[in-house]
């Protein structure tokens, strides 16, 4: 079967395209991926009855047949999404990544409904339809699974998790940390793009890109954790990742209602995600967030340690290896972009 024409209601995404012919002016080559639909909890082949794919343009051609699928026509150096759908399964989203070459035996996991409930049993929630599932592998940096990530180190914003799976994959209710298998379950993640919130002082830095997530869908990804200190993180979200940073580190208690960063400052950081990017990039422009000199934003320079120091009361940003500082100044250095 060849799909030209994808729609996913689940995702709310419709494509098409009609271009048959990779773009004469470009001298990239299309690559071709080849893998299967398989069980996550078995392993066990399963046929699919729906592969979507997103975030790819021109789309692939789409030949499916049963558990197999081959993509053709992939452009090169691509990162995007597949959306599985199988029965008796939920439709489970995986990031796939290709170089120049031909890939082969790529999986496409497929968690079961009866998975799901026996999951979020073992956890104690009661997952909502209109909420989203993410399942995450821990993995160091030679791609072995990683044990032994602790639960304090990293949430999601909006979510009770993380939950952990055991080296058997089942349900680890008690488990403060990640087990030899490295996977961990988020129940009730908010559909849209989410990333990881991580503190000041953990032991682990995780890695992991901004993830699309949709009700009833569970969402596939990798994070690659390093120990101590933070790595740039990339792919920073504004509402997700960015917003949250202003209660976490006590900047909404001065810069809200009769606050003295508020009153003195001018500077609201409470609200929610519209007012608070408006102050920060509209209010006054090029001055709170510098895109042409991101370390020079007053939003980074104000909270931290200069020498001779300015007139903010307090230090919030221990150095430019703080977590929540790095999240800033990739952010600015993205676009500064409201995502
Ligand atoms: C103890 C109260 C307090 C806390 C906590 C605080 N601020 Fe401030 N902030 C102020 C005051 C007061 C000013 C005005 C300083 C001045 O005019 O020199 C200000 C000014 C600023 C400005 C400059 C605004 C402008 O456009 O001129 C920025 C940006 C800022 N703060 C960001 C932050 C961030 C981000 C945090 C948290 C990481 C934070 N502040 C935490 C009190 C605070």
């Not at 078995?42 to 009855?49: E, H, K, L, Q, W």
């Not at 790819?56 to 597949?82: C, E, H, K």
């Not at 129940?187 to 901004?210: H, N, W």
Request: charged letters at 15%.
């Amino acid at each position: 079967m060849l799909v030209r024409c994808m729609t996913s209601a689940a995702l709310a995404v419709t494509a098409c395209t009609f271009a048959s012919t990779p773009d004469p002016e470009s001298d990239a080559v299309p690559v071709v991926v080849r893998g299967q639909v398989v069980d996550f909890q078995t392993g066990a082949a399963v046929a699919a009855t729906d592969l979507t794919i997103s975030g790819l343009a021109p789309l692939p051609m789409v030949d499916r047949q049963g558990a197999s699928f081959t993509l053709t026509d992939v452009a090169p150096n691509a990162a995007f999404s597949i959306l599985a759908v199988a029965v008796g399964h939920r439709s489970t989203l995986s990031q796939v990544a290709v170089t120049t070459d031909d890939v082969s035996g790529i999986t496409l996991p497929v968690v079961s409904d009866s998975f799901v409930t026996s999951l979020a049993s073992a956890f104690g929630v009661a997952p909502s339809q209109d909420k989203g599932i993410v399942l995450l592998h821990l993995l160091d940096a030679t791609g072995k699974p990683r044990a032994g990530v602790a639960a304090v180190d990293f949430t999601i914003a909006g979510t009770a998790g993380p939950h952990f799976l055991d080296a058997g994959m089942m349900p680890a209710a008690a488990a403060t940390s990640s087990s030899s298998s490295g996977w961990v379950v988020f129940f009730d993640v908010p559909a849209g793009l989410t990333g990881l919130s991580q503190g000041v002082s953990v032991a682990t830095t995780i890695d992991m890109p901004a993830l699309p997530v949709a009700a009833g869908v569970v969402t596939v990804a990798d994070g690659k954790v390093s120990d101590g200190a933070p790595v740039l993180p990339s792919h920073v979200l504004f509402g997700a990742q960015i917003v949250p940073i202003f209660s976490a580190r006590g900047c909404v208690a001065c810069h809200s209602a009769n606050g003295a960063g508020k009153q003195q400052g001018n500077l609201t950081l409470n609200g929610g995600g519209n007012p608070v990017y408006r102050e920060l990039v509209t209010e006054r422009p090029g001055i709170r967030v510098n895109l042409a000199m991101p370390e020079k934003s007053l939003v980074l320079t104000m909270p931290s340690r200069e020498v001779p120091p300015d007139g903010h009361p307090t230090v919030v940003f221990t150095g430019p290896r703080d977590p929540d500082y790095l999240k800033l100044l990739v952010w600015i250095r993205e676009g500064a972009v409201q995502n």
